[in-house]
């Protein structure tokens, strides 16, 4: 393919709240053995992208350590490959990444160094697939200067996100980043395809002027000087920067047809593999409309949950409609309902944990590696 990929994946969501705080928002776990992350390297990979740079900062260690390996996703190739980008201090320059602007202004060499006439852009922390071929098709066929993939949302708060409005040749004309209250339900999805040197000029101005948010200083200041299109999807796209957002991203592949359109049907999702045993059931096991990762020994009962990779569940324990992330070990007679159980986690026998309303997120003190 034509272009390059940069994939930011560096900034932290305070509606994440307690999640975030061990993990940057692009290394989540999701859908039992996947990370954020891998649906923007995977859809890189399918559309042929061969070089692709991934911007990392906020508590990027896990992020850095899912990314050490570009084999996973195809990019380990003597063409291209995956290059990891953190804040680095310079002699001009002793900042972290001030915004997305920014982020790619202190990797410019990277963008100056690459032959490719195209770039595309995403954001770390959305699931969905995309072939950004299409895209790019679009793009060059509208002779815009840069194009916005978009989408519609129905029944979620569109103030998240950047609201649009586009005419009838599909130029966007308004644009809100998080406005207080949405004119429109088409929202941003975070992902952009601009020509290579146009995007180096942009940024350029920008690190002149001291702005730093490519959304505000570059898709909304220049919306009536530059052709700026809108390439709308109608497939299965969510973003997972809060606690309810993410619950449900989770909770939707226990649905049949989106796991059916994620991992049956071509191209596939791509993920750092774990050599571990496959789930094993004991007797007394029950297990209802749930995923359960490899590595996991199940003793009690799970209904309506996603389990990832080494949980232990111990006798009698009941879970429903619930999250438990990696390495988790519940004890006998445990009672969990409507939460989130974060990775590396003791839960103690006996313990309950349920939510009235909305989603709990359960941390407990790791005893098992403590010295």
Not at 80 to 87: A, E, K, M, V
Not at 122 to 127: M, Q
Not at 304 to 322: A, P, R, Y
Not at 347 to 355: F, G, K, P, T
Request: hydrophobic fraction near 35%; glycine fraction near 6%; aromatic fraction near 10%.
């Amino acid at each position: 393919m034509r272009a390059i990929g940069i994939i930011l994946a560096g900034g932290n969501n305070h509606r994440m709240k307690e999640l975030s705080q061990k993990r940057a928002i692009a290394a989540m776990p999701v859908a039992g053995s996947y990370r954020s992350i891998d649906f923007a390297l995977s859809n890189m990979s399918n559309s042929h992208i061969q070089k692709v740079a991934v911007l990392t900062q906020y508590n990027a260690r896990s992020l850095n350590e899912h990314l050490s390996s570009s084999k996973w996703w195809d990019f380990g190739r003597k063409q291209g490959g995956l290059y990891t980008f953190t804040p680095t201090i310079t002699p001009d320059n002793s900042f972290w990444y001030q915004g997305t602007a920014d982020a790619i202004y202190q990797n410019l060499e990277f963008l100056k160094n690459s032959h490719e006439p195209y770039v595309v852009i995403a954001s770390g922390d959305c699931v969905y697939k995309l072939d950004y071929n299409k895209v790019l098709e679009y793009h060059i066929a509208k002779r815009a200067d840069i194009t916005v993939v978009c989408t519609d949302v129905h029944g979620e708060d569109a103030t998240r996100f950047g609201c649009l409005k586009m005419n009838e040749d599909c130029r966007i004309e308004e644009f809100d980043e998080k406005p207080m209250v949405a004119q429109s339900n088409t929202i941003s999805a975070g992902i952009y395809v601009i020509r290579r040197r146009q995007l180096i000029e942009l940024i350029e101005k920008c690190g002149q002027e001291g702005r730093h948010d490519f959304v505000r200083d570059i898709l909304i200041r220049y919306k009536n000087l530059k052709r700026i299109y809108g390439y709308k999807i109608n497939t299965y796209w969510s973003n997972i920067s809060t606690v309810e957002s993410y619950y449900q991203t989770n909770m939707d592949f226990l649905k049949p047809e989106i796991r059916d359109y994620f991992f049956r049907q071509y191209p596939g999702v791509q993920s750092k593999i774990d050599d571990l045993p496959p789930a094993k059931y004991n007797p007394g096991a029950s297990v209802k409309n749930s995923l359960i990762s490899s590595g996991c020994i199940i003793n009690g009962q799970v209904e309506n949950s996603v389990l990832f990779k080494k949980v232990f569940v111990g006798n009698n324990c009941v879970i429903k409609n619930s999250i438990i992330l990696n390495d988790v070990y519940l004890g006998d007679n445990t009672h969990i309902e409507n939460c989130i159980v974060e990775s590396r986690g003791t839960i103690r026998a006996n313990s309950y944990y349920s939510a009235e309303e909305g989603i709990r997120v359960v941390i407990e003190k790791n005893e098992r590696y403590v010295l």
